[in-house]
């Protein structure tokens, strides 16, 4: 019993100090509009060009197994490899962030994927082309969750529910531009141009971070450790020492089974079942794909806002609620005009979704383990979304419904992230006191 306490006190004295940094410093954070803006606009940037590198693989899959003499099976074995880099990604690039500050890994993770992306236009064989994707997946893991916390962080607690909305708002984008690029390039110079033209975010950023300026709340940390002589608490020491961190890194992983799921879900799919079961073109059915995204660029920001205001578990629960509601709707009707409709709603409830879901998870952790907190909640979260798709297809399968059935019943995943809102803590205006609490308890 002795050994126990003295193993939590130490942590707790050093939540305790840390306690004065958190309220001072992430609550307010002193930091000019310019350089909040240009951290704000960094992160997006490099969200942006993180969906054109995942989403220009599904629009040239096709060149590139005919290009490789390789089945469709093996191009989706290829997909799995690039979804296991990003959960690598994802936990490694979260405490690196810790570790070394968010500009300079920031900056890293979206050169690498960028200028891995670009090599990989280079590949000649099926291996190196995986390899390629595997480590564009490292990158691009890396870029989200250094990206969130270097945005929460250099936002006011009053209104970083916009700032996580705006950054997401740029993966929305990424992904119209990549399908803009796809129809403009793609059959005129091959799929490698696509890959090619990825050097574009590693260009841009060389750029961008000498504008940069460090976390406010993470140099703020930083000196108060040099201060007072107090070693660096780890994640893994703080999980040991705290069953409330646990719960978060619980509640925040549950939150992303639901988010990633649902997003492959719904974007693997939705063409295919506009083109079987309404009967649409493919044009007209990428181009309505298109509208949805676009409405989870509104839906992203409108829903960081709302969160700012009634705060992130209310929030949150009332978008999974209209997403779940709108999912119902738009595969159970024949009506293309009511497909579209509810379609926004859907897609856009999925941005909202994306957009709370990025500032509660990485509120729920104190800045001195928050990427590496937020690291981990994406990584364990994303692992059930590789069996999505396969979840889909199974389920089209067995229902009488077909690919109509799967898909609304597809919405039953986000009853996990419904249940982390409800049960979980309340994140909005979050300190380090509440872990110091937790540690006293333990």
């Not at 999974?320 to 005009?337: D, G, H, K, N, Q």
């Amino acid at each position: 019993m002795t050994t126990g306490v003295s193993t939590i006190r130490p942590l707790d004295e050093a939540f305790q100090q840390a306690d004065v940094v958190e309220h001072a410093v992430v609550e307010e954070p002193k930091i000019s509009k310019k350089a909040r803006n240009t951290i704000t606009l960094a992160a997006t940037l490099g969200y942006l060009f993180d969906a054109y590198a995942i989403n220009i693989y599904g629009m040239t899959l096709a060149l590139i197994a005919l290009d490789f003499g390789v089945s469709i099976q093996t191009m989706g074995l290829i997909g799995s490899i690039f979804i296991a880099g990003y959960m690598l990604g994802s936990c490694v690039f979260g405490m690196l962030g810790d570790r070394f500050g968010r500009k300079h890994t920031l900056g890293f993770s979206i050169f690498a994927y960028g200028s891995v992306t670009a090599l990989t236009g280079l590949a000649m064989t099926p291996i190196q082309f995986a390899i390629g994707r595997f480590f564009t997946g490292v990158g691009g893991g890396g870029e989200l969750t250094v990206g969130v916390p270097y945005v929460v962080e250099s936002w006011d607690s009053k209104r970083r529910g916009l700032g996580a909305g705006l950054m997401f708002a740029g993966y929305a984008l990424g992904v119209v531009y990549a399908a803009i690029v796809s129809a403009l390039i793609l059959e005129w110079l091959g799929w490698r141009a696509m890959y090619f033209l990825a050097v574009l975010p590693a260009v841009i950023i060389l750029f961008v971070r000498m504008q940069l300026e460090e976390s406010p709340s993470y140099v703020a940390t930083m000196e108060k450790l040099k201060q007072t002589r107090r070693k660096r608490v780890s994640f893994w020491e703080s999980l040991k020492a705290s069953p409330a961190l646990r719960r978060n890194l619980a509640w925040g992983s549950l939150i992303y089974v639901s988010l990633a799921c649902i997003y492959y879900a719904e974007t693997v799919f939705a063409v295919p079942f506009m083109v079987s079961e309404l009967k649409m073109s493919t044009t007209v059915a990428v181009a309505t794909l298109g509208l949805f995204n676009l409405s989870m660029f509104v839906f992203s920001i409108g829903c960081g806002v709302l969160s700012d205001k009634i705060g992130r578990k209310a929030a949150g629960s009332l978008t999974l609620v209209v997403l779940a509601a709108s999912l119902w709707v738009m595969f159970s009707t024949t009506s293309i005009p009511l497909f579209v409709i509810f379609g926004i709603l859907a897609f856009g409830g999925i941005g909202g979704s994306w957009a709370i879901g990025m500032v509660h998870v990485a509120e729920l952790f104190p800045t001195e383990i928050r990427g590496s907190g937020f690291g981990w909640s994406v990584a364990l979260g994303r692992f059930p979304s590789i069996f999505a798709p396969l979840g889909i297809a199974w389920l089209a399968s067995i229902t009488q419904g077909g690919m109509g059935d799967a898909m609304k019943y597809s919405c039953v995943v986000l009853v996990c992230a419904l249940a982390a809102y409800v049960f979980g803590p309340e994140s909005l205006g979050r300190t380090g006191r509440d872990v110091t609490e937790a540690l006293e308890d333990a």
